[in-house]
């Protein structure tokens, strides 16, 4: 549409609405209301109170209350904050001496665990770890990336143990995104 269509077309709307609001307005206006809407209601009664008075006494003990509740942001959902003690609080003392050495993290390969396969002659088993775009077929009892031995193959995980330290971790088997045509546990032949 172009301009002046549109202004026309505005206009026609505007004269329409004036019209029909006049002829709402001219033949309601004469004494005839809308039921309900404009008419008093005739069955209205208000209450008998004998003597209405305020109960100040009851208003005083209202506002003299006070919330004793835990006082916690509903809009937070952690948790409370624990309770304050009760009782005077003792003095910590500072710690004097050499601090423990924190326990060492938690070991994780850096190469994850997706498979195995058993070779038909002799039974041993093979397992397939992946590190980036790299995979590592590994035998038990065999290292890789130079610092893991592969101690053990299960069904669902695998017994790794750090050389230079001497612990374990048990890794689980995961599913590699890109992988899905054979199955783990499949036999391999021998080479």
Partial sequence: MNRRTELYLCAGLLVLLVGAAYYFFSNHA???VLPGVF???TKFKPLDVQEP???LDLLDKIRKLE???THRNIFVAAPPPPPKPAGPVA???PFVGPRPLPPPPPLQPPAEFFGYASQPRGGRRV???KNGDDIF???EGETFLSNFRLDRINND???VEEISSGRHVMVQMVQPPDAGQGQPGAEVPNP
């Fill in 30 to 32: 004469g004494g005839t």
């Fill in 39 to 41: 008419a008093a209601d």
């Fill in 53 to 55: 008075s305020l109960r």
């Fill in 67 to 69: 919330y004793t509740g």
């Fill in 91 to 93: 003095p910590t003392i």
């Fill in 127 to 129: 397992g397939f770890f």
């Fill in 137 to 139: 077929v590994v035998a």
């Fill in 157 to 159: 995980s695998a017994d």
